[in-house]
């Protein structure tokens, strides 16, 4: 898509005021929802992302059921008021197909065979939306798992890289994925470095490619310590409110 | 991240090697490192590293006391929800009654609570559940209240002192299941107390001195104490 505005100017200044490797503001809250066995609420740009995490518990119906290890069902649902025009409610194809990829990943790093026949269920609920929204999502999934005390082998966490005005960026905001060239997701496990979600949208060299990946894994360890700043200070806090 | 010799360690937190150490509870080993897989207490016992967690569910072990409600009574067993992710079989050889075959709702039935004891757990994480011990028994009157089943050990305390403050002060019959449900039988005031006690010992879990301030709360309540 073609437009007037320009995305990037030449000092290297993005229209919200951000560097080409700046990351929005990213707030990051655990153990927000009484009922849930984990939960997380995360702010990141002008994305406002719940989580929810029940489980492990008896999967049903019978037949989806994994005699050897849990499954994981993830479910990314966009509030019809999370965008400017009203979204129609219920899962589409787009929300199905985030749903499938998140939940994939996160079966790459929840111990599943610790659990025979359960199910892990992740709600990840959009309030509020504006670009990058299953990067938010899957970031914020990784602090529920740890806040519903789930096995895990490391905390995801996910971050964007993309293309506006020929050049490679991170973390994209709303113009830019709109109007920007290229869109590259990735979720990886902080740890191993191990790729657990990649999908791009737009055209990139090789070159780019390469250059964009490596900016969003960057990106990623730096979100990665606000998820475990998060977690410590939950509990550090039920610690300190007693001294 | 230490909180007074007490060490909160997070998920792919290294704990350390395999050469010198050995996983324990709540951990996991790759390429010869072991990291915590678990939020958790770090609790190192000679060369073994242990995770003590401090949330999530009940991991139901053999020989755990636990107390369950009977979901569904078929010919020749139950089926008992003991908070765990996976319901408990309950057959009618391991309960202390002569039953004839089919007469099974005549003993336990649907919404009933039992105080039982984890048989066993198979590799498939398949539960059985039995009445055949001492002290088992199923539940009338009192109340059933649920609390997370990681804060368990701090309600019981060290060899039970807490529990035993709480019974002395409020003279309630309580019995606390590992799978997070706290019985209580008393009369209304006793009740009231030992819920209030409980749900501090539940929100100051990970503080330290716990016990005497519970003894003070419960102390100020109390009217007589035998």
Known sequence: MKSDIELINSEGKRLDGRGPEDLRKIKIEAGVLHRADGSCSIEWGGNKILVAVYGPREAVPRHCQNPLRAIVQARYNMAAFSVEDRKRPGPDRRSVEISKVISEALEKVILTEQFPRATVDVNIEVLDAEAGTRCAGLTAAGVALVDAGIPLRDIPVACAAGKIGGRVVLDLGKEEDNFGDADLPIAISPRTGEVLLLQMDGHLTLDEFNQAYDLAVKGCQQVSEMQKKAITHKYQAIVAEVE | ?226
């Open chain 2, 1 to 226: 991240m230490s909180t007074d010799g007490r060490q909160i360690v997070i998920p792919s937190q290294e704990l350390g090697d395999t050469k010198t150490h050995k996983s324990g509870r709540g951990t996991f080993v790759e390429r010869g490192k072991i990291y915590s897989e678990r939020i958790g207490f770090l609790n190192i016992q000679g060369d073994m590293i242990h995770v003590v967690p401090i949330t999530g569910r009940y991991d139901p072990t053999p020989g755990d006391f636990v107390i369950g409600i009977v979901e569904e009574a078929s010919t020749s067993n139950w089926m008992v929800d003991i908070n765990a992710p996976y319901p408990a079989l309950l057959h009618v050889n391991e309960v202390p009654w002569e039953i004839d075959f089919g007469d099974t709702e005549k003993y336990l039935n649907k919404g009933d609570t039992i105080l039982a004891k984890v048989l066993q757990v198979d590799e498939s994480k398949k539960l059985q559940i039995t009445l055949n011990d001492r002290n088992l028994f199923k539940i009338k009157g009192g109340h059933i209240i649920d609390v997370e089943a990681s804060k368990v050990p701090r309600i019981i305390g060290k060899k039970g002192s807490m529990i035993a403050l709480i019974k002395k002060y409020t003279r309630c019959r309580i019995f606390v299941g590992q799978n997070g449900r706290i019985w209580i039988d008393g009369d209304p005031e006793g009740i009231e107390n030992a819920l209030q006690a409980i749900n501090k010992i539940q929100t100051e879990a990970l503080s330290f001195g716990l016990t005497n301030r519970i003894e003070e709360l419960l102390k100020k309540d109390a009217k007589d104490v035998r």
